[in-house]
């Protein structure tokens, strides 16, 4: 027989009446009287329910005193006692750890397994809800996304488009460049004439207002600011609450868009305004050249107009892929989105209703409309290409390769240059009208998430990969 706590022979044997297994009884005595259980099944133990057992054994005499040696190995063998029941104690306790550890894990299995079904759950949801609503009665009889709230717009507001529309087409051909306008010798002198450490890391969006001296930009901490380029100091710090992805102005209003599908505007840096309802991040904005009218722009496949003078939405629409961009003809009649499949889609602003689409040949990332009214910009994501196309035709009229990806193109007030920003370079692309040629006046190894013209076309103010800028002009 041996002892089921110390593996060794007993000298003095006992049976636990729970379990029928043997133990040295000094042993379990010692163990029970620590814990009151039996050491083998867990059970509820008492020294009652110890039954001896006979066996041979050889009886040692009792040691004289306690510097004997008979005393030393009694000594010894309390020690070895001791020691044995601490290390039985720490297997079980070990073996417990272990199941108690197997159970902890599967129960985080489980959550993370309910987590992400929930997740995707949220997901579907929010898909189902952004492609499906009701526009007045009744369910699609097809089982299609319905075109959500197409309506027209109220008749006061259309009427201001048309009037906005006569207005721009009648004097925008017969528009002269200004005398003191950049040229593109003056564009190939310019230098990086100051530099503004990160502020808004993350930041993707930029815009210069009509006076060309604040800087409107905002990151991944929620918070956006307005940096006052000729005094060289930040005037306006705007909390936004939400990571910032997009930026415009109306007039002296600061607008940001943000991930949490809001569009918030600011006027001397103090919050006025919330509007937004998208379900999803919020990846452009765009100002309607009457300034009666916002657009917005999201993940969620839809884009919204709102009324400027009540801050109310007045329409939106849903589309069958992310839309990445959006932007107004410079006339005010059309509106375009670009989306994360290459479609590129022509809308009436007035009626709702869509009128053309183009395929490009990548996920569009950036749009922008020429002066001339007929000529529009496209840069791809993670493409190095810029395809200029035609309105008039509906066709591509130029690809242009940069030589690196170029995330944001903006053109100038005259319609003649073509800045670009990428992780690359910044650079400018001019049309020669009277050769009807292309040409580079001006390229700058300076990384930048996306650019904005200044004054008179004749400085560039990048907005940097770390949230800070890169002032480009005249070098002294």
Same mark, same amino acid.
């Given at each position: 027989?041996?002892?089921?706590?110390?593996?060794?022979?007993?000298?003095?044997?006992?049976?636990?009446?729970?379990?029928?297994?043997?133990?040295?009884?000094?042993?379990?005595?010692?163990?029970?009287?620590?814990?009151?259980?039996?050491?083998?099944?867990?059970?509820d133990?008492?020294?009652e329910?110890?039954?001896?057992?006979?066996?041979?054994?050889?009886?040692?005499?009792?040691?004289?005193?306690?510097?004997?040696?008979?005393?030393?190995?009694?000594?010894?063998?309390?020690?070895?006692?001791?020691?044995?029941?601490?290390s039985?104690?720490?297997?079980?306790?070990?073996?417990? @750890?272990?199941?108690?550890?197997?159970?902890?894990?599967?129960?985080?299995?489980?959550?993370t397994?309910?987590?992400?079904?929930?997740?995707?759950?949220?997901?579907?949801?929010?898909?189902?809800?952004?492609?499906?609503?009701? !526009?007045?009665?009744?369910? $699609?009889?097809?089982?299609?996304?319905?075109?959500?709230?197409?309506?027209?717009?109220?008749?006061?507001?259309?009427?201001?488009?048309?009037?906005?529309?006569?207005?721009?087409?009648?004097?925008?051909?017969?528009?002269p460049?200004? +005398?003191?306008?950049?040229?593109?010798e003056?564009?190939?002198a310019?230098?990086?004439?100051?530099?503004?450490?990160?502020?808004?890391?993350?930041? &993707?969006s930029? &815009?210069?207002?009509?006076?060309?001296?604040?800087?409107?930009?905002?990151?991944?901490?929620?918070?956006?600011?307005?940096?006052?380029?000729?005094?060289?100091?930040?005037?306006?710090?705007?909390k936004?609450?939400?990571?910032?992805?997009?930026?415009?102005?109306?007039?002296?209003r600061?607008?940001?868009?943000?991930?949490a599908?809001?569009?918030?505007?600011?006027?001397?840096?103090?919050?006025?305004?919330?509007?937004?309802?998208?379900?999803?991040?919020?990846?452009a904005?765009?100002?309607?050249?009457?300034?009666?009218?916002l657009?917005?722009?999201? @993940?969620?496949?839809?884009?919204?107009?709102?009324d400027?003078? @009540?801050?109310?939405?007045?329409?939106?629409?849903?589309?069958?892929?992310?839309? &990445?961009?959006?932007?107004?003809?410079?006339?005010?009649?059309?509106?375009?989105?670009?989306? !994360?499949?290459?479609?590129?889609?022509?809308?009436?602003?007035?009626?709702? @209703?869509?009128?053309a !689409?183009?395929?490009?040949?990548?996920?569009?990332?950036?749009?922008?409309?020429?002066?001339?009214?007929?000529?529009?910009?496209?840069?791809?994501?993670?493409?190095?290409?810029?395809q200029?196309?035609d309105?008039?035709?509906q066709?591509?009229?130029?690809?242009?390769?940069?030589?690196?990806?170029?995330?944001?193109?903006?053109?100038?007030?005259?319609?003649?240059?073509?800045a670009?920003?990428?992780?690359?370079?910044?650079?400018?692309?001019?049309?020669?009208k009277?050769?009807?040629?292309?040409?580079?006046?001006?390229?700058?190894?300076?990384? $930048?998430?996306d650019? $904005?013209?200044?004054? +008179?076309? &004749?400085s560039?103010?990048?907005?940097?990969?770390?949230?800070g800028?890169?002032?480009?002009?005249?070098? !002294?």
């Open positions: 027989m041996l002892c089921a706590i110390s593996g060794a022979a007993p000298e003095h044997p006992v049976a636990s009446r729970k379990s029928g297994t043997v133990f040295e009884k000094r042993l379990i005595e010692a163990h029970i009287a620590e814990n009151h259980t039996d050491p083998t099944n867990g059970e133990l008492a020294l329910d110890l039954i001896e057992l006979k066996s041979p054994r050889t009886v040692t005499a009792k040691p004289p005193n306690l510097t004997s040696i008979p005393s030393l190995l009694n000594a010894f063998q309390s020690e070895w006692d001791a020691i044995v029941l601490e039985f104690t720490l297997k079980q306790q070990l073996a417990q @750890t272990r199941q108690e550890l197997s159970t902890a894990l599967y129960h985080n299995d489980a959550a397994r309910v987590i992400a079904r929930l997740t995707r759950e949220r997901d579907e949801a929010r898909s189902a809800l952004s492609s499906v609503t009701v !526009t007045g009665g009744g369910a $699609a009889a097809n089982g299609d996304a319905m075109q959500v709230d197409t309506q027209e717009l109220p008749a006061a507001l259309a009427a201001k488009i048309d009037e906005t529309q006569q207005q721009l087409f009648s004097t925008r051909r017969k528009r460049i200004p +005398n003191e306008w950049a040229t593109g003056d564009l190939s310019i230098q990086v004439t100051d530099t503004i450490d990160s502020m808004y890391p993350g930041s &993707s930029i &815009s210069l207002d009509e006076t060309g001296d604040l800087a409107l930009f905002g990151g991944q901490d929620g918070v956006a600011g307005v940096y006052s380029i000729s005094q060289q100091k930040l005037v306006h710090t705007l936004a609450g939400s990571p910032v992805t997009a930026t415009a102005w109306w007039g002296s600061a607008l940001v868009g943000t991930t599908g809001t569009v918030k505007m600011f006027e001397d840096g103090q919050e006025m305004q919330q509007i937004g309802a998208h379900a999803g991040a919020v990846t904005l765009a100002l309607h050249p009457s300034g009666a009218m657009a917005s722009s999201g @993940t969620d496949k839809r884009y919204f107009y709102y400027l003078s @009540t801050f109310q939405v007045l329409t939106s629409n849903y589309v069958d892929s992310d839309i &990445s961009t959006c932007t107004f003809h410079v006339d005010g009649l059309l509106f375009f989105t670009g989306s !994360t499949d290459g479609t590129m889609r022509i809308f009436d602003v007035k009626a709702g @209703t869509r009128v !689409t183009l395929e490009s040949t990548g996920p569009v990332g950036h749009m922008s409309f020429s002066e001339n009214g007929t000529w529009f910009a496209v840069a791809f994501k993670g493409s190095s290409s810029i200029v196309w309105l008039r035709k066709a591509l009229l130029k690809d242009l390769d940069i030589g690196s990806p170029v995330d944001k193109v903006h053109w100038d007030y005259t319609g003649q240059f073509l670009t920003a990428g992780p690359g370079s910044v650079s400018v692309q001019q049309y020669t009277s050769t009807k040629t292309w040409s580079e006046p001006f390229r700058k190894a300076v990384a $930048a998430k650019v $904005a013209w200044g004054v +008179n076309g &004749s560039l103010v990048a907005l940097t990969p770390d949230g800028l890169s002032i480009l002009g005249a070098g !002294t």
